[in-house]
């Protein structure tokens, strides 16, 4: 795009616009810009990555807002974990899965459901102590 007032200058009043360079490349300029994900994306990756790592697959997963912040919902299939045959035991997998974010879950702040090959789990991350 070319600016038809080429003698305009830009907004900062210092420095050409770029679109008027006819060799200006917007999609490398594009490409050179970096949004970092929020926090939160970054915690449900790192959940999602590390329950696939353990054998789940089908996760479905998401926050639990009216639980409180940092709360989240499993549904998953077992996949290749057999391990987890019970919701006590998926529990006791939810504490692993915290030590290894650097968070922890306090007493009565997670449940385990088993049903057939799926499993669902509700916890809520703290900060380790």
């Known amino acids: 795009m070319n ?7 830009a907004a900062a009043g210092r420095y050409d616009d770029p679109f008027d360079d006819p060799d200006f490349d917007i999609m490398g300029w594009i490409n050179t810009l970096d949004f970092p994900p929020p926090t939160e994306v ?13 054998g789940f ?3 479905d997963l998401r ?3 009216e639980r409180g912040p940092d709360a989240w919902q499993a549904v998953m ?3 290749t974990n057999r391990d987890c045959a019970t ?10 899965l915290a030590a290894d974010l650097g968070c922890r879950i306090q007493d ?4 385990g459901l088993a049903c057939g090959g799926y499993i669902c789990v509700s916890f809520r991350l703290r900060p380790a102590a």
């Open 108 to 111: 009565g702040e997670s449940s």
């Open 42 to 54: 970054v915690i449900q990756q790192a959940i999602r990555h590390w329950l696939e790592a353990a």
């Open 87 to 96: 919701g006590l035991a998926a529990q006791a997998l939810l504490n692993v």
């Open 63 to 65: 926050r639990l807002f």
């Open 57 to 59: 697959i089908g996760i």
């Open 77 to 79: 299939r077992r996949g």
């Open 3 to 9: 600016n038809p007032n080429p003698e305009n200058r």
